[in-house]
């Protein structure tokens, strides 16, 4: 065990995937030489030399087209989208090719490709530099769509999307990639795909949340206790396809009062689909609305950042009107 | 083994894309042929004898036959579409003849006469245009896209372009794992235009991979005419932009085709990196069964249906030259082709049934999600006993 | 009024909108000379000439790149996709570009593109020629999302996104282009963008739907009255971004009982939104779950189409599960 | 009046890419140039007087304070990111100069200098930067990220690529409404991999609108060195592909890039179509803020601050050879630039706060519809007293 930082997580488990085998790959946009523009891909062209991690011209759709095909002849790419923000050139090989691939082979071919890519605010990026498309991914079967909120995580979920068998998109949450900081298990570590990680127990609310709303949701739950008594349960995704519906459905069965928060435009987001999920499947349970704290129906402003991604405070209000409501 | 033709080897020929100066088209634009006016052949390529030439001629034929047969099937509402490559037989096989079975193939919907080549089971193509039980892909894509592993021609979208890509990163893995394998891919003059052309270009110029890239200017792209999809004079001319080496062959000559791939075959597994080949061509039919071209180019096409052009008569007149067709010969191949393609035709629609409802929900995922599993079970338990009429309707 | 087909009323739409307004521009992949491969821009190129209808190179993200840019300098440019399946290249030029030109030019710049696709499954199209991609478009601020039913509604709809000022995504539902009949006005003739379409009235239970599902709602609520004696309201959203909150809402609230209908994927499909939006503004109506009969997780099938689309039975049973629950 | 030198013009040459023997780089490839060596010109573009080529000396001498200024804000942590176009400055300027004011810039973000040299007020500029209440774009963009509708430098998005298509719609707008209006797009040596290059190109070869494309070939695309970008040897030979006329000009010759640029507005102005002009630079500073150069390319960028290769210092140098030039004018011509940037950073700093909360729901669509105005309000209404730190959380 060793204490780590997000990002220092998702490195170790490249390195160690690396290791264990000989066909993970993993290329991008300044990858290689220049290690990632964040880093993530420290030392990897150092120890495992230019063809196993190299920088790519600058075509998304042809990183993730060329992953497809290396998938296809039984290597385990693992290329990097810059930001999230710009894999939408790629969109159409994501949707068209690798969702589809193994469904519309009838089985005879698939790729087993896993998209890395640094998603969501928090760094003063504006509309171009911090965009969470998660709710796009999510829609589109033959994706997983996994999301660490912890070293720990970011390590183990990243190792076992390399090892699994289908294509995920693994989006890191790019505020946290050294703001947390967490104890992180050596070497051999996976964390399965799918189940959710209960961050606290608690009876009156259940509180949704993945990637970096992890943390004001935290914060927001401690207050709440502090000052109004209130019971929080905050459960971290993790996996938003396929998702834990189990861990979802027994904690509002519980509580009878859900909030989600997420940070996309809140118009059909991935907090729509846990509330629909909710409103199908234990609508008896609840007490009070549903309520999604996400972010505005607007693009991703620059100056009033702080004010668009949801907060401990709006987080916090949220939790009061659901306690509140009878 | 075949037997070798008397003839002086075609000397390989560095595809630079700077044809000689008999090798032009009536516009005087490069075009690398090896049949003249009169389909004879000064030079034939080395490496094919009189076997290899009436195969190729064969699997023609086979093709022609096939896309025959998938028009009246469609026609009489059998099956739900078809798409055919009437006039571009000796593309796909002389581009296939020159190549190893285990060279991974990216085409894209007008290529199945390189499985038809490749010596695919014609039931297996039939049971894919029907979609039935018995598809490898399980009745889940239009007719046409076929997926065949063991023959390493890749399942592909109707999305044009995207496959392109794809071929790079297979043959950087060929590569990769020291593999001698390379790997080919197809796009059409349209598909020049799309995104993964650019990406796949860009990428096979940096990174070398054992490729080649064939485009099909079949001068169509549905309704929109070459000249209106590129500005540029030739097609293959977009190589020199990526780095990539070029050449202009006439697609209509299977000899000529035949050298060009397989210069380019050998230079791509020695280590030499990718190539680009226009192969100029005609679509002589519709673009599918869907399209209606007297709509877009009058009765241009019926030009092409002729003996001076369409790629079967031309090989033909060759064969005849060298001694190798008579009518009888002829009679025998299209006897061939067509009573296996019909013997094919009526498995398929006769012994084959719907896939199982719940194989659609199957190959999302390697193992299926619990979701998933409750969408299939709910639907198998609560539809039990409703009976769809043919329109989707139920009556209760 | 003449009677129609619904792609007529496509067509009498894009000739008043051209006669109108000599800004307005028609283009795509065999728009021109071919006239749309489902005749959508009949007699266009004849009427107009070949610099207002016009083929293009086989390019999505450049016909709508250049439509963006057509649009910034003064033109009204209706761009044509051939299949919303092949939206995707031009996914980038949509979300990143069309959807937020206004918002990050501080208003100084807008493109009010409005692109016409056909969308959906009914033609025995497979994976590639049936897909209904609109809750990708539905989750992107910036756009509108519109999409007809009838005849009347798509010239009308049409006519309002041509003479807007936003760009619209206008979704055309192709197994109903030949398929429904009805009155089209002639001339001039508008339906605002934004308010549903009650189709018809009923106090047990609420059934939203869209574009070629309004058919099958239709059938299963004859049905439902009928055998059961249930009294469905059928809303035609129409607009599905912005919705029609309110329509939505006051349905709920005298029924208690809500279906929606949709033919996409059901996870994070459109129909998860309208679900989010009752559970959070009117969950104390609810006297049942919410049910979605959507597409299933998985790509479009080619055999078994018929099975994966909604159809009447399936969405009566759904009517049934609500009016039976308690 | 601009006094015309008494030198012969430079005849107009075709962009064909096909430069003279003397037009050549180091390794042979062609690029054209006007000043020798020793930056005097044996030709200078007619249409040029003194005080053309002065203005444009001094508009670079702005650029390069102006990103000075830049660097030193983003360092003391003044402004959150800055991204500069040192060594860059002659291609901005030069290819500003030839154009009319109506005339539509599609920039990407490295071309800021064309606001400087079309006069915007440095306030402006200072306001998007700082990202405050006068910012025109209401603060919503990243620094450098500007909006100008007055002088048409239309807004752009960090994707790389997607104007170019813009570019080419607006330039066929132009035509279709019948205006003499030209267009030109700028993108980078790593940009002409993006889809859309590749789109913009195949329609401006189709299409034929008044549009000039510039590559600004500055050799670095972050990190990725040219060379691993395409592997063509020159990016100006992309043109041939989809038949657009392109060439290859020392993009660090003032004199050159505005002659090229000159011809190719002329051409595009009298219909004849699109030009892709190659612009070979070096981008001399970091990618932006966030880049350390010397990860990738250890000290390589200090053999291009040097007189013989700095677009400043070869064009101090003509000047100096044409007598225009002495150590006062300079210090003129810096301290006016210094001074004016130092009121606008002062302007922009001290006098304007954040947008308001509201302005980040306007402009989404030209109306705001109901929900978002809930959104809206609901923040509005519910946040109000609620004090956040700057971290963004709340002491309650
Ligand atoms: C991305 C995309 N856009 C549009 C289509 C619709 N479409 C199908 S085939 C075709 C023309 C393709 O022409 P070409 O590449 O020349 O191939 P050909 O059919 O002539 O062999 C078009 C536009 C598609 N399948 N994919
Ligand atoms: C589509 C897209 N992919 C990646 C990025 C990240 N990125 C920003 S600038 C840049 C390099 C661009 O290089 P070039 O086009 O040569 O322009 P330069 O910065 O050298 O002027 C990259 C990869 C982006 N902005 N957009
Ligand atoms: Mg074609
Ligand atoms: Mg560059």
Same mark, same amino acid.
């Given at each position: 065990?060793?204490?780590?930082?997000?990002?220092?997580?998702?490195?170790?488990? /490249?390195?160690?995937?690396?290791?264990? %085998?000989?066909?993970? &790959?993993?290329?991008?946009?300044?990858?290689?030489?220049?290690?990632?523009?964040?880093?993530?891909?420290?030392?990897?062209?150092?120890?495992?030399?230019?063809?196993?991690?190299?920088?790519?011209?600058?075509? !998304?759709?042809?990183?993730?087209?060329?992953?497809?095909?290396?998938?296809?002849?039984?290597?385990?790419?693992?290329?990097?989208?810059?930001?999230?923000?710009?894999?939408?050139?790629?969109?159409?090989?994501?949707?068209?090719?690798?969702?589809?691939?193994?469904?519309?082979?009838?089985?005879?071919?698939?790729?087993?490709?896993?998209?890395?890519?640094?998603?969501?605010?928090?760094?003063?990026?504006?509309?171009?530099?911090?965009?969470?498309?998660?709710?796009?991914?999510?829609?589109?079967?033959?994706?997983?769509?996994?999301?660490?909120?912890?070293?720990?995580? =970011?390590?183990?979920?990243?190792?076992? =999307?390399?090892?699994?068998?289908?294509?995920?998109?693994?989006?890191?949450? @790019?505020?946290?990639?050294?703001?947390?900081?967490? +104890?992180?298990?050596?070497?051999?570590?996976?964390?399965?795909?799918?189940?959710?990680?209960?961050?606290?127990?608690?009876?009156?609310?259940?509180?949704?949340?993945?990637?970096?709303?992890?943390?004001?949701?935290?914060?927001?739950?401690?207050?709440?206790?502090?000052?109004?008594?209130?019971?929080?349960?905050?459960? %971290?995704?993790?996996? &938003?396809?396929?998702?834990?519906?189990?861990?979802?459905?027994?904690?509002?069965?519980?509580?009878?009062?859900?909030?989600?928060?997420?940070?996309?435009?809140?118009?059909?987001?991935?907090?729509?689909?846990?509330?629909?999920?909710?409103?199908?499947?234990?609508?008896?349970?609840?007490?009070?609305?549903?309520?999604?704290?996400?972010?505005?129906?607007?693009?991703?402003?620059? =100056?009033?950042?702080?004010?668009?991604?949801?907060?401990?405070?709006?987080?916090?209000?949220?939790?009061?009107?659901?306690?509140?409501?009878? | 083994?075949? #037997?070798?033709?008397?003839?002086?080897?075609?000397?390989?020929?560095?595809?630079?894309?700077?044809?000689?100066?008999?090798?032009?088209?009536?516009?005087? &634009?490069?075009?690398?042929?090896?049949?003249?006016?009169?389909? @004879?052949?000064?030079?034939?390529?080395?490496? /094919?004898?009189? +076997?290899?030439?009436?195969?190729?001629?064969?699997?023609?034929?086979?093709?022609?036959?096939?896309?025959?047969?998938?028009? #009246?099937?469609?026609?009489?509402?059998?099956?739900?579409?078809?798409?055919?490559?009437?006039?571009?037989?000796?593309?796909?096989?002389?581009?296939?003849?020159?190549?190893?079975?285990?060279?991974?193939?990216?085409?894209?919907?007008?290529?199945?006469?390189?499985?038809?080549?490749?010596?695919?089971?014609?039931?297996?193509?039939?049971?894919?245009?029907?979609?039935?039980?018995?598809?490898?892909?399980?009745?889940?894509?239009?007719?046409?896209?076929?997926?065949?592993?063991?023959?390493?021609?890749?399942?592909?979208?109707?999305?044009?372009?995207?496959?392109?890509?794809?071929?790079?990163?297979?043959?950087?893995?060929?590569?990769? @794992?020291?593999?001698?394998?390379? *790997?080919?891919?197809?796009?059409? +003059?349209?598909?020049?235009?799309?995104?993964?052309?650019?990406?796949?270009?860009?990428?096979?110029?940096?990174?070398?991979?054992?490729?080649?890239?064939?485009?099909?200017?079949?001068?169509?792209?549905?309704?929109?005419?070459?000249?209106?999809?590129?500005?540029?004079?030739?097609?293959?001319? #977009?190589?020199?932009?990526?780095?990539?080496?070029?050449?202009?062959? %006439?697609?209509?000559?299977?000899?000529?085709?035949?050298?060009?791939?397989?210069?380019?075959?050998?230079?791509?597994?020695?280590?030499?990196?990718?190539?680009?080949? !226009?192969?100029? *061509?005609?679509?002589?039919?519709?673009?599918?069964?869907?399209?209606?071209?007297?709509?877009?180019?009058?009765?241009?096409?019926?030009?092409?249906?002729?003996?001076? /052009?369409?790629?079967?008569?031309?090989?033909?007149?060759?064969?005849?030259?060298?001694?190798?067709?008579?009518?009888?010969?002829?009679?025998?191949?299209?006897?061939?082709?067509?009573?296996?393609?019909?013997?094919?035709?009526?498995?398929?629609?006769?012994?084959?049934?719907?896939?199982?409802?719940?194989?659609?929900?199957?190959?999302?995922?390697?193992?299926?999600?619990?979701?998933?599993?409750?969408?299939?079970?709910?639907? &198998?338990?609560?539809?039990?006993?409703?009976?769809?009429?043919?329109?989707?309707?139920?009556?209760?």
């Amino acid at each position: 065990m060793a204490t780590k930082t997000l990002i220092q997580g998702i490195n170790d488990a /490249l390195k160690t995937e690396m290791q264990r %085998d000989d066909r993970v &790959l993993t290329f991008g946009e300044d990858v290689g030489l220049n290690e990632g523009v964040f880093r993530a891909t420290q030392d990897l062209q150092r120890m495992f030399g230019e063809d196993r991690s190299f920088s790519t011209p600058l075509t !998304e759709t042809g990183i993730i087209g060329m992953a497809i095909g290396m998938a296809i002849n039984g290597l385990k790419p693992v290329p990097e989208i810059q930001f999230a923000d710009f894999i939408y050139p790629a969109f159409d090989q994501i949707v068209s090719e690798l969702a589809k691939l193994r469904y519309r082979s009838g089985g005879e071919f698939s790729a087993p490709v896993v998209i890395r890519t640094p998603y969501g605010g928090g760094i003063r990026g504006g509309l171009y530099h911090s965009q969470s498309p998660e709710a796009y991914f999510t829609h589109t079967p033959g994706l997983k769509v996994v999301i660490p909120s912890t070293p720990a995580d =970011a390590k183990g979920l990243l190792a076992s =999307a390399i090892r699994g068998e289908d294509p995920v998109i693994y989006m890191e949450p @790019k505020k946290l990639y050294r703001s947390v900081k967490g +104890d992180v298990p050596e070497g051999d570590y996976t964390v399965p795909i799918g189940p959710a990680r209960t961050v606290q127990s608690g009876d009156d609310i259940s509180l949704f949340c993945y990637g970096a709303m992890v943390e004001p949701c935290k914060q927001a739950a401690a207050i709440a206790a502090e000052r109004d008594g209130i019971g929080v349960e905050i459960i %971290d995704l993790r996996t &938003l396809y396929p998702v834990d519906e189990a861990s979802i459905l027994d904690s509002v069965k519980k509580t009878g009062r859900a909030v989600i928060v997420y940070e996309a435009p809140k118009t059909c987001g991935y907090g729509s689909e846990i509330a629909a999920l909710i409103a199908e499947q234990a609508v008896d349970s609840l007490e009070a609305p549903i309520i999604r704290v996400g972010g505005f129906d607007t693009p991703f402003p620059y =100056a009033l950042e702080k004010i668009y991604v949801p907060d401990a405070a709006r987080v916090y209000l949220a939790l009061k009107d659901s306690f509140n409501y009878s | 083994m075949a #037997k070798p033709f008397n003839t002086p080897a075609h000397p390989v020929k560095q595809p630079t894309g700077d044809a000689s100066e008999t090798d032009r088209d009536n516009n005087s &634009l490069p075009l690398y042929k090896i049949l003249d006016a009169d389909c @004879k052949a000064s030079q034939i390529p080395r490496s /094919l004898g009189a +076997d290899d030439v009436k195969r190729m001629y064969e699997g023609m034929i086979l093709i022609r036959a096939f896309d025959e047969r998938q028009t #009246k099937l469609q026609r009489s509402g059998r099956i739900g579409f078809c798409l055919t490559a009437f006039g571009e037989e000796a593309v796909q096989v002389a581009t296939t003849h020159a190549l190893r079975d285990t060279d991974w193939v990216y085409p894209y919907y007008r290529q199945h006469g390189i499985l038809l080549y490749r010596g695919v089971p014609l039931e297996t193509m039939t049971n894919q245009l029907f979609g039935n039980a018995g598809d490898l892909a399980k009745g889940r894509q239009m007719p046409v896209h076929y997926t065949h592993k063991d023959t390493r021609y890749v399942s592909f979208s109707s999305v044009i372009g995207t496959h392109m890509a794809h071929a790079v990163g297979t043959a950087m893995a060929s590569r990769y @794992k020291k593999s001698a394998e390379i *790997t080919v891919t197809y796009i059409g +003059d349209g598909g020049t235009s799309s995104n993964d052309f650019h990406s796949a270009m860009t990428l096979a110029g940096i990174y070398k991979p054992p490729l080649v890239i064939f485009i099909v200017n079949n001068h169509y792209a549905i309704s929109q005419p070459v000249a209106k999809q590129c500005a540029a004079e030739t097609l293959h001319s #977009k190589g020199e932009g990526y780095g990539v080496p070029s050449i202009r062959v %006439d697609g209509n000559d299977f000899l000529a085709v035949y050298q060009v791939s397989r210069d380019a075959y050998d230079r791509a597994r020695a280590g030499e990196g990718p190539t680009l080949i !226009e192969l100029v *061509t005609y679509r002589v039919g519709p673009h599918s069964s869907s399209d209606d071209p007297s709509r877009y180019r009058g009765n241009e096409s019926d030009l092409w249906r002729n003996d001076a /052009l369409d790629p079967i008569a031309r090989t033909r007149r060759f064969l005849t030259h060298a001694g190798l067709w008579n009518e009888a010969y002829e009679q025998s191949v299209w006897d061939q082709a067509t009573s296996s393609i019909n013997q094919a035709v009526t498995a398929a629609e006769s012994s084959k049934h719907d896939p199982d409802w719940q194989s659609m929900f199957e190959d999302v995922y390697a193992d299926m999600p619990p979701a998933l599993t409750r969408q299939m079970t709910q639907l &198998l338990a609560r539809e039990e006993g409703i009976v769809r009429t043919d329109s989707g309707e139920f009556p209760l």
